[in-house]
């Protein structure tokens, strides 16, 4: 598949882009005009959030990793005016170390700052035939890499029923995941899945007309289950925070933009978990080497204003999180040591 076009073909916004700035900056600001400061963008896509801190910071080092080969043709013209401050790469999030190296830093340590934004692009949505949206009837594709082997329509026409309501459930909590699953192995039997538009039909039929009218279009939640699924994101997040808080310096600080709880749920816990103390809860002092790693910058998950909202509506179901680690990483004592 052949990708071509600008950001702003697509109206590409970066989402909470100023607020984005706010929290990373201090990670970054050390440095005159960002010199010898590195920033990760892990999903740089079209290459908004990375413009933004580039323009800010215009002697910043900014490693930018993307699975989709279209959106890093798109960062490269974007980004273009940095010269060889930028590096792209083509990776998943979940190689953000690797890609690190192949960036020419060295890990864990050297990074400043690292940023997520996760789910799908506007500029994927916007390409009609990546199969992405239910409001266009296109190949029932799905891929945020194109040269990946699995796709939705693969999904739909050759696993089980139980696969499929699995699949529903978990990454759509989908309640009538059975229901449709049934639906989709009545009729591939005569009529195997190719396009979006035959989902959509089915799904119109498949969900109870009371259920249809409230939250939000009925193919929703099973358009989501079903690229979650195609591109493992779930579980490349789950490898990829932890991979990514590992790189950071101490005072260093890692963002993630995440839209749908599932995804918020992962992040929620992982920055829990680096953020808590490991010296047990019925000692009256802090355990040398086993304080908190992290802190918390936000409270809570921050949601974007109505003012962004109506900007830029794909903002509404946002949640930003963000840590800054406060000491370097505990080492495992060795039996013997002292």
Known sequence: MTDTG??????HLPVLAERCLQLLTPALADHPEGRGAVLVDATVGAGGHAEAFLTALPQLRLIGLDRDPGALRIAKDRL????????????????????VRRGGLAAPGSVHAVLFDLGVSSMQLDRVQRGFSYAHDAPLDMRMDPGLPLTA????????????ADILHRYGEEKFARRIADRIVRQRKTTPFHTSGQL????YDAIPAPARRTGGHPAKRTFQALRIAVNDELEVLR???????NLLA???RCAVLAYQSLEDRIVKQVFAAASA????????VELPGH??????????AERAGAAEIDHNPRSAAVRLRAVQRIAPPHQVMRRGEQ
């Open 250 to 252: 101490v005072a260093g």
């Open 153 to 164: 329509a693969d999904i739909l026409n050759d696993y089980e029923r139980d696969e499929i």
């Open 80 to 99: 273009a005016p940095w010269g060889p401050q930028v590096s792209l790469v083509h990776a998943r999030y979940d190689g953000i170390a690797e890609a």
């Open 239 to 245: 490898r990829a925070l932890p991979a990514a808080l």
């Open 291 to 300: 304080g908190a790693e992290f802190r918390s910058l936000t409270r809570g």
């Open 277 to 284: 103390s490991r010296t047990p809860l019925d000692l009256p």
């Open 200 to 203: 959509v039909e089915l799904l």
């Open 6 to 11: 600008s950001a702003a073909d697509f109206g």
